[in-house]
């Protein structure tokens, strides 16, 4: 692992929520942008080298959606970059890890994607990210 990336925060309203993390943070939303497959929409703040990822559900059947509706909004997921996403995968599987999904996928701000399963990192959602060619 190389660093954490971005700390994904799940929100009811993205447009009210990017104003209050603007004021909270002190500066603006460098990026908004729709993963279609994953339900949601997304605005990103960078603090320092990370960031922080606001994520707004796009359709009731979305995981954010899901988990909106069973925690509230807060702390979604931790993200953390790696150098090889798929060689992470293998090094997490054979340590016991669950994923979620078993080879990467598309995900926002140009980045590879793969989510481990909470069951495995002691309730917190953790998701991989690597930078696209």
Same mark, same amino acid.
């Given at each position: 692992?190389?660093? &954490?990336?971005?700390?994904?925060? *799940?929100?009811?309203?993205?447009? %009210? @929520?990017?104003?209050? #993390?603007?004021? !909270?943070? $002190?500066?603006?939303?460098?990026?908004?942008?729709?993963? /279609?497959? +994953?339900?949601?929409?997304? *605005?990103?703040?960078?603090?320092?080298? %990370?960031?922080?990822? !606001?994520? +707004?559900?796009?359709?009731?059947?979305?995981? &954010? *959606?899901?988990?909106?509706?069973?925690?509230?909004?807060? &702390?979604?997921? /931790?993200? #953390?970059?790696?150098?090889? &996403?798929? @060689?992470?995968?293998?090094?997490?599987? *054979? !340590?016991?890890?669950? !994923?979620?999904?078993? %080879?990467?996928?598309?995900?926002?701000? $140009?980045?590879?994607?793969? #989510?481990?399963?909470?069951? %495995?990192? $002691?309730?917190?959602?953790?998701?991989?990210?690597?930078?696209? $060619?």
């Amino acid at each position: 692992m190389k660093k &954490i990336e971005h700390l994904g925060i *799940a929100v009811t309203d993205l447009q %009210s @929520s990017i104003g209050v #993390f603007e004021k !909270l943070l $002190n500066t603006t939303c460098y990026k908004m942008e729709e993963v /279609i497959s +994953e339900g949601v929409r997304t *605005a990103f703040f960078k603090v320092g080298e %990370s960031k922080i990822e !606001l994520l +707004e559900a796009t359709n009731p059947e979305s995981p &954010i *959606a899901k988990f909106l509706a069973k925690q509230g909004g807060g &702390i979604h997921h /931790i993200a #953390f970059e790696v150098e090889d &996403i798929e @060689s992470e995968m293998e090094r997490l599987t *054979a !340590l016991d890890f669950v !994923l979620i999904q078993q %080879s990467p996928k598309d995900g926002a701000d $140009n980045k590879r994607i793969a #989510f481990l399963h909470p069951k %495995s990192t $002691n309730g917190m959602l953790v998701e991989l990210c690597q930078e696209k $060619n």
